[in-house]
């Protein structure tokens, strides 16, 4: 039986591939620019998107964190991993597996269908 991921909770996935990806693109321009000495173009372009990418992220993860009723310890990890670099998938990946993407009250269900609790009530 699976959590149906909250809207909120869809968005903060992507938000966390982007900010990785870009992560991963900064990295790569660094490695151009400071180690093979070829080219500041990656350092440019993925430096201007991964502060971008960053600020978005921890914009939605608070967002998320309100709507979401997460505790502020989840909150903290949430903003924490947006620090080092890749770490938002396995936080993403973490928070979904534990229905954490969720919202409260959001009824398990067994087909991958979003269900709400009362749903089935009618309500």
């Not at 991993?81 to 998938?89: D, E, G, I, Q």
């Amino acid at each position: 039986m699976r959590t149906p991921v909250d809207r909120t909770g869809r968005v903060l996935a992507v938000v966390a591939l982007v900010e990785a990806f870009t992560w991963a693109g900064l990295l790569a321009g660094m490695f151009l620019k400071y180690v093979t000495q070829t080219t500041e173009l990656g350092v440019t372009v993925f430096g201007r998107l991964h502060g971008g990418a960053f600020l978005v992220y921890v914009a939605v993860a608070l967002v998320a964190a309100v709507r979401l009723r997460w505790p502020w310890w989840v909150t903290g990890l949430a903003l924490a991993a947006a620090v080092p670099p890749l770490v938002t998938l396995p936080l993403e990946r973490w928070l979904r597996r534990t229905g954490r993407l969720a919202r409260p009250g959001a009824a398990p269900t067994g087909d991958g269908e979003p269900e709400r609790a009362g749903a089935a009530a009618g309500v």
